[in-house]
């Protein structure tokens, strides 16, 4: 394997503009990794990426990198692109375990980080590393967020999740599991107990539903949750999914590995929205998939879909009489999430857009003094790099904050 990745990273071409840096949501500086890993020195190439992006491990697992650093590389013009997800792998997983957590300066200001997931991770790594007090309150009993509910085994084996939160422990923070803020505990809580500032990184869990007949029936679903425990759900042996994102292909594939034996993923767009590897892994899985149709009822018996056409100025129209019934034991509805409100609803201050979402400025600041967010609490369902790369920002925020609050 290591010959392999060496002869990967040696087709690098070394542009001077990279633009596989430039398709990166966080700006991984590739050449230079590649380069120092070339040099032979590994551990340096593993210290590069992971003080870009505290979270590379994951995301060379999970990054849709063919729309990305893959997908921007000049070789992808005439020929394959440099595999820089498999290249950033090999070295984070070699370095991870030297990430040196000893030598750090404690402060003694406690700040509190609300929610486990990739936002709540990064935040909480970064300011632990400036010597704060960090304690992270996690709803569920394990920490990952979307990385351990969301994310299917087969694309993101959970060890790697244990090996952060055993960074996370050695780096100092205290992690409460099993502790949803705004229900016992409330923000004010954390401000009487002594926490100089709060972050909120509580992701979107809320299913998002379509508004039609059915989906209130005992075989529908929702992807989110069934992703969460697949293994607590009885789908039968046909499962229609409506929506064709990610989600839902990470849904399609997981019901394949429980059993059913038919499952369809149908879209509204002639476009299916998942990335185009993950279309092609699940078809190779046997899921198949269906464009330009639209629910309009879920029955006990499976979905009731139109025909959708798009007329010549992209508006898209059901076609009268094109309602037809195809058939499943059940169904689940993946399009999207929003967030919970149970924060919201017990801390005053908080202001939220008309889809939820908590409104923050540039560098994360809420509209409550003391109070910062981000991840998909505040973008709305987004990907793991682009949540740790505004965390990376509203980390040097926060930090900017609380060295205020010292000084006055």
Known sequence: MALN???????????????????????????????????GDIDKAGAILFENNPLSLICSLICNQENQCEG????????????????????????????????????????????????????????????????????????????????????????????????LL???????????????????DLFRDGYRAIFIGTGVWRPKTLHIKGESLGNVHFAINYLTNPDVYMLGDSLNIIGAGNSAVDVARTAIRHGCRKVTVFSRSQRIAASESEVEYAKIDGVEFASGLEPVEITDEGVIFVRV????????????????????????????QGPRNRIVS???????????????????????????????????????VEAVNLSKQVARAMDEYLQKTIDQ
């Open 170 to 188: 050695s780096l100092g923070i205290k992690i409460r599991p099993n502790t949803s803020i705004g229900i016992t505990i409330t923000i004010d």
């Open 72 to 167: 921007h590389c000049v070789l992808s013009k005439k020929n394959a692109s440099v595999l820089f997800s498999t290249i950033e792998n090999y070295i984070s997983d070699a370095y991870f375990d030297k990430i040196d957590s000893q030598n750090i300066q404690k402060n003694g200001i406690k700040v509190g980080v609300i929610g486990g997931g990739p936002a709540g991770i990064t935040i909480a790594i970064l300011l632990a590393r400036k010597g704060y007090d960090i304690t992270l309150f996690e709803s569920k009993e394990k920490i990952g967020g979307v990385l351990r509910y969301g994310i299917p085994e087969f694309r993101l084996p959970k060890y790697n999740i244990e090996r952060y939160k055993k960074l």
């Open 346 to 384: 017990t801390t005053t201050g908080l202001d939220v857009t008309d889809h939820g979402l908590l409104v923050t400025n540039t560098y994360g600041h809420t509209t409550r003094e003391g109070i910062f967010a981000a991840g998909d609490v505040v973008l709305g369902a987004r990907t793991v």
């Open 309 to 336: 056409e798009q007329d010549s100025e992209g508006n898209k129209h059901p076609v009268e009489g094109s309602e037809k019934l195809y058939p499943a034991s059940s169904t689940i509805i993946a399009v999207s």
């Open 5 to 39: 990745i060496i002869n990967e990273a040696r087709r690098c071409l070394n542009c001077p503009k990279p633009s596989c840096q430039k398709g990166c949501p966080i700006n991984t500086p590739i050449p230079e990794v590649i380069r120092t890993f070339l040099d």
